[in-house]
């Protein structure tokens, strides 16, 4: 039996009120959901988490008004990988997307829009995919395209989404369809990574300006949509934003003109998006669904860059490592929650989060119990945390990214940049940057939690090699 069919079976308990006849009845036992995500912004770039500079009133507002996270961890320290666990609430090494464009999300896979999907929700993807490619054509993609172009082939379309507007990778963040000054990899006379809204579609309209505005385009008619159909909606909206090629408008660029030429890009740009995530919010209050639609906000992975350079102004904040690491800086990164309905103020959560956490979390609150989930997930349910109940996380947190290894518990975390042959210790509750290595004081605390560090790499394996697909 298909395991999406089973999961469904096992899973997907009848949800409260589904006779409901009024907007306002339905959405209080389905809750909209919205993932929002930057790309490459790191914890230090927003003002909710300290930078004086770029301004991002409308992210600012959102912490404000919900759960601000202070450690908000992605599943890996790049892109592809991240954005899996988000949807399937698995690590990467999971279900087979090791690195940036490596892989594809299996077909077995149990997704947040699938399992929605078949529960009455529109579902829609906007802005970067990065999950598999899009179409057998030539795309401006990592590595070689002709090897992996069938093998790889998963689009949204494939994994539960009825509505999408999405870019197989980057692209500039405007004008994104054309090649930037300088940019290398590019096909003939356009950037090369087509936005498709469907099998062998291309977008051909509104695609000049800012790529966050031409994003939310797209998205605010979905949502229109859903709600004049009286449906519950799904909605998936990754930005490219800030990742290179970074380019800024003129005006946005005007706003930051004492600074350097690629500071105003990269600020530039963010501020776009930022103004973007503040016109989403006020539709939805507009439309009167602003109550009990939750959004969540973070970045796929740390900044970019060893250092800062260019357009790479990315800011880890107080944190060491950037993408790619490991360590704290690559993969602490912004969060926020907005959910009018039942988070009534701010509060500031230091309690450790990970994009693993949606797929649990999405299940818990519509009620989808079954004891335990069909496939293994690595996240765990926040809405205890949303509800005030939760005050330390009791599962760790794994890590796995090429050569590198952490498993980061409430306080402690170990770390390994060589295969596991080696592991720091670190205190990153009183030591966040990562300075005190104290592995040689407490070396029974590390080989316990190497211990269980490799166990749950032994389970990610066997998962891997296709052990949890019935």
């Known amino acids: 039996m298909n395991n999406k069919i089973l999961f469904a079976g096992l899973a997907c308990g009848a949800l409260m009120g589904a006779s409901h006849v009024t907007q306002a009845k339905k959405t209080e036992s389905k809750p909209n959901v ?13 003002g909710f ?20 996270f202070n450690r908000f961890y992605s599943a890996a320290p790049v892109c592809s990988p991240t954005r899996g666990s988000c949807l399937s609430g698995r690590h990467p090494f999971r279900y087979g997307i090791y690195f940036a464009m490596s892989g594809h999300i299996k077909k077995e896979e149990v997704l947040i829009p699938e399992v929605l999907k078949e529960k009455g929700y529109a579902t829609g993807h906007f802005g970067k995919w990065h999950l598999g490619t899009l179409t057998l054509e030539e795309q401006n993609r990592w590595g070689g395209w002709e090897k992996d172009v069938k093998g790889n082939f998963s689009p949204p379309w494939k994994n539960g989404y009825d509505t999408y507007f999405v870019t197989e990778s980057k692209v500039p963040t405007w004008n994104p369809m054309e090649v930037p000054p300088g940019t290398k990899k590019s096909l003939g006379d356009r950037f090369g990574n087509d936005y498709w809204i469907g099998p062998g579609k291309r977008a051909t309209e509104n695609l000049k300006g800012d790529d966050s505005r031409i994003i939310m385009d797209r998205v605010v008619p979905f949502i229109q949509n859903a709600v004049k159909e009286d449906k519950p909606f799904f909605s998936v909206v990754w930005f490219h934003t800030p990742h290179k090629p970074v380019i800024a408008g003129p005006e ?4 930051y003109k004492q600074y350097s030429e690629g500071q105003q890009h ?14 989403l919010r006020e539709e939805l209050k507009r439309l009167g669904v602003d109550d009990n639609t939750m959004i969540w906000f973070c ?5 970019e860059g060893k250092k800062i350079s260019g357009t ?3 800011s880890a904040g107080p944190f060491r490592g950037r993408k790619r690491s490991l360590l704290e800086g690559g993969v602490r990164v912004p969060g926020v929650l907005v959910w009018p309905a039942k988070i009534k103020e701010h509060r500031e959560v230091d309690v450790p989060c990970v994009t693993s956490d949606y797929f649990p979390t999405v299940m818990d609150v519509m009620g989808l119990h079954k004891g335990k989930y069909e496939n293994p997930v690595d996240g765990i349910s926040l809405l205890p945390l949303i509800e005030g ?7 760790p947190i794994g ?14 975390k170990i770390y390994s940049n060589d295969g596991g042959k080696t592991f720091q210790l670190y205190d990153v509750i009183n030591d966040p940057h990562e300075d005190n290595d104290l592995s040689q004081k407490y070396p029974k605390m590390v080989e316990k939690m190497k211990k269980s560090l490799l166990e749950w790499e032994e389970s990610c394996e066997f998962s891997d090699k296709g052990g949890d697909y019935k």
Not at 389 to 395: G, L, S, T, Y
Request: hydrophobic share 30%; glycine share 10%.
């Open 34 to 46: 919205i993932l929002i995500m930057a790309d490459d912004l790191g914890w230090g770039d927003p």
């Open 49 to 68: 988490n300290g930078n004086k500079v770029i301004k991002t009133p409308h992210l600012d507002q959102m912490a404000n008004d919900g759960i601000q």
């Open 252 to 255: 946005y660029r005007k706003m």
């Open 266 to 279: 990269y600020y530039g740009c963010i501020t776009a998006m930022d103004e973007q995530i503040g016109r």
């Open 299 to 303: 970045s796929d992975n740390g900044p």
């Open 312 to 314: 790479s102004q990315g």
């Open 389 to 395: 109940k939760m005050k330390k996380r009791e599962m």
């Open 399 to 412: 890590f796995k990214s090429q050569s590198q290894l952490a498993w980061n518990m409430d306080q402690y």
